[in-house]
């Protein structure tokens, strides 16, 4: 008796990469334009302290969509 026979591994991580190869895309995304609209205006201290709360944005605006049905747009194309 094989209990696994309807468990595909391999086929299931398909639905969870883009989404997580999108993360970091957004969050460097959210980093650049940081860096561009206010990195020669604040002071280098000032700067480096609200980089990382701007990352955070990043993350939160990914994880939005992501609850509001973007896991299942990613499912239906693959």
Same mark, same amino acid.
């Given at each position: 008796?094989?209990?696994?026979?309807?468990?595909?591994?391999?086929?299931?991580?398909?639905?969870?990469?883009?989404?997580?190869?999108? /993360? &970091?895309?957004?969050?460097?995304?959210?980093?650049?334009?940081?860096?561009? +609209? !206010? #990195?020669? $205006? /604040? &002071?280098?201290?000032?700067?480096?302290?609200?980089?990382?709360?701007?990352? +955070? !944005? #990043?993350? $939160?605006?990914?994880?939005?969509?992501?609850?509001?049905?973007?896991?299942?747009?990613?499912?239906?194309?693959?």
């Amino acid at each position: 008796m094989d209990i696994f026979t309807d468990i595909s591994i391999v086929g299931s991580l398909w639905f969870f990469i883009p989404p997580l190869i999108l /993360l &970091p895309v957004v969050m460097i995304g959210c980093a650049m334009i940081y860096k561009i +609209l !206010l #990195g020669s $205006i /604040l &002071p280098k201290k000032v700067y480096n302290f609200l980089l990382g709360p701007i990352a +955070l !944005l #990043g993350f $939160i605006i990914w994880a939005i969509p992501m609850n509001m049905g973007f896991y299942e747009f990613f499912r239906a194309i693959l």
